[in-house]
């Protein structure tokens, strides 16, 4: 738990969730934060398991995943090309359009198109409109994401990311109901959804209790749409060939579910969204996490 990336502070908060519930269950068990610590030290502990609670980079793209590999000790989560494909935005939505799985139009913004002058006409040939989002293809917890509302603010912005990230993903802003699912080994949970009191779903209205946002479990959905949206999320983690649990984030507008992206670390925390989704349907905590570790593996 814990690392270098962005997420640092939540996975913290994660890990020690974890941790309180691994204890629980009896485990003898040992925090490694990749911070303080060479990954390849892990082989200095006589681990059986390693629970993975980062989150971010190097933690959910695959880096971590291919030391645990190497070490050859089982891990909880995805598998290395599942999780670098699922972080990587611009990989994974090459994947949504590939089968069929609707998703927000989009591009790829790089640093020489805003010097020459071509976002305008990159929004034309796209055929997108105000307003849009920006978003680095390889954050999590909503970090970096912009929602813009005309051309001197997409430019104002993207030069302001793409001083860190690059290339940019440019999507359309979908408007609409907030809804997340959970697919826990190959089996949708349950869909919760989310009213945001902030402008959309960001960083501060996923982790502050004071952001106020409002969880309703099971999602305002009819009976057909509740039914749908599982269904897409359960095919989306198959065809990443995801492990443990993930969470797949959707908005829903017309009629239509439009898939936003899928973690394959989604947060552990005391107001994260897998955990109070299991809770719906009877799987507690320390249940979830018991869950997890009995699918702990290797060559995933």
Known sequence: MGGNSNE??????????CLKAIKQLGFNTKIFDPKKHFFNEIKKKKVDVIFNALHGKDGEDGIAQCFFEHLKIPY????VISSMNCMDKSISKKKFLEKKILSPKYFELYEDDLKTGKVTSL?????LSFPLVIKPVNEGSSIGVKICKNIAQLKNESKKLLKKYEPLLVEKFIDGQEIQVAVLKNKALGAIELKP????YDYKAKYLKSAKTNHIMPANLNKKMYKKVLKIAEKVHKI???????RSDFKFYKNKFYLLEINTQP???SLSLVPEIANFVKIDFKTLVQKLISDAGINK
């Open 8 to 17: 640092r502070s939540i996975s913290l908060n994660s890990g020690l969730a």
């Open 76 to 79: 909880t989560h995805s598998g």
């Open 123 to 127: 929004i034309k040939k796209n055929q």
């Open 197 to 200: 009191k902030r402008e959309f």
């Open 240 to 246: 990443f060939n995801c492990r443990g649990v993930t």
């Open 267 to 269: 947060g552990m925390t």
